[in-house]
């Protein structure tokens, strides 16, 4: 993840042809059973909306994150979205494509009480 961010922060805007290859594997690191590999893995996303390509972008393909089999990535998915949102503000995502991803989790048969 750190040459990620390294290529990141030296391609700028350049990176975002890179985004779709990816972005499969920076989702499925969301779900990751150590703490410090999925904030890195959030950390990196956010810095790939701020640098390479604007949230909007991004959230268009990681929509896959809210049905992924694991259920720590659907978490990790959500907590994503409250820092891109708390980063970006809601103005820069289309929210009405993402509100019913999130309405689908409350079947999720791993929520927390």
């Not at 690191?29 to 703490?35: P, S, V």
């Amino acid at each position: 993840m750190d040459i990620l961010s390294a290529l990141v922060t030296r391609l700028q805007d350049r990176f975002k042809a890179q985004i779709g290859t990816v972005l499969p594997s920076l989702i499925d690191r969301l779900g990751d059973a150590k703490d410090s590999v999925r904030e890195q893995d959030q950390t990196l996303l956010l810095k790939i909306m701020d640098q390479a390509a604007n949230p909007q972008y991004v959230w268009d393909r990681m929509l896959g994150g809210f049905k992924h089999k694991n259920f720590r990535t659907r978490e990790g998915t959500c907590v994503c979205l409250i820092a891109t949102l708390n980063a970006s503000g809601a103005h820069t995502l289309t929210l009405n494509k993402i509100v019913p991803h999130i309405c689908n989790l409350l079947g999720d048969p791993n929520s927390q009480p």
